[in-house]
């Protein structure tokens, strides 16, 4: 069974803070796919990496994979409280349809 | 295109009645996948169909649970009898390629 472990599982900061938040396996994965899920709806994808070390930005959001395809972080500089919501990471493997998702971060950012 | 509808939002049953969630994937989608999202264990992919035929259902807690996909264009989930472990928020998401579009969610409640 591949497991996608997040951290941290909460995180509380003030607007205009910097922050990582870690997505680690001991699986690889073909890809790596980043979600944001608001109350109330399902998770939206913000972004797909699909090589090692790959480096994707998103205006304010910095996504990496890293080199072995077996960890990803995205990065939120400036944070607004705009970008609270739970941050769900998700591996896909070869030509399997499904994902693997992680236990995601929730973030709060704080005006 | 409305994007991935799902229905009813909210259900509120008593233990042992039969709950059946309904799910319109997008036009055009060829996967359609059932997911159960809780505090605990997070978001788990329940099953999922390709062109209506359903490929892995390994998800699916136990016999109380069936998924039907009797046309492209809907899909059913249901849990006869329901019991309160299996209040979540159920989600259905469908897909062309690799990104899944979610819908909203379906916040069940089983008292």
């Known amino acids: 069974t591949q497991l996608l472990e997040q951290s941290p599982q909460f995180l509380s900061i003030q607007e205009g803070e910097n922050l990582t938040v870690y997505c680690n396996s001991s699986?690889?994965?073909?890809?790596l796919q980043w979600y944001r899920q608001e109350p109330g709806e399902g998770p939206v994808l913000l972004v797909t990496v699909v090589t090692g070390g790959e480096v994707k930005k998103l205006k304010r959001l910095t996504f990496q994979f890293g080199d072995a395809r077996k960890d990803s972080s995205l990065h939120i500089t400036a944070a607004q409280p705009g970008d609270t919501g739970l941050y769900l990471c998700?591996?896909?493997?070869?030509?399997?349809?499904?994902?693997?998702f992680g236990s995601g971060t929730q973030l709060t950012v704080l005006p | 295109d409305a994007g991935v509808i799902q229905s009813p939002r909210h259900e509120v049953t008593e233990m042992g009645q039969e709950v059946t969630l309904r799910c319109k994937p997008i036009s055009g989608h060829d996967y359609l996948f059932w997911y159960r999202q809780t505090m605990m264990r997070g978001l788990e992919l329940l099953i999922y169909?390709?062109?209506?035929?359903?490929?892995?259902d390994s998800g699916m807690p136990e016999d109380r649970f069936s998924a039907k996909m009797p046309n492209a264009s809907f899909s059913t989930l249901k849990i006869q009898p329901s019991e309160p472990r299996d209040s979540a928020v159920y989600f259905c998401a469908s897909s062309l390629g690799p990104r899944e579009y979610f819908g909203p969610g379906t916040r069940l409640t089983v008292t």
């Open positions: 169909f390709n062109n209506n035929v359903p490929i892995d």
């Open positions: 699986s690889v994965f073909s890809s």
């Open positions: 998700a591996g896909g493997t070869g030509s399997a349809r499904q994902l693997t």
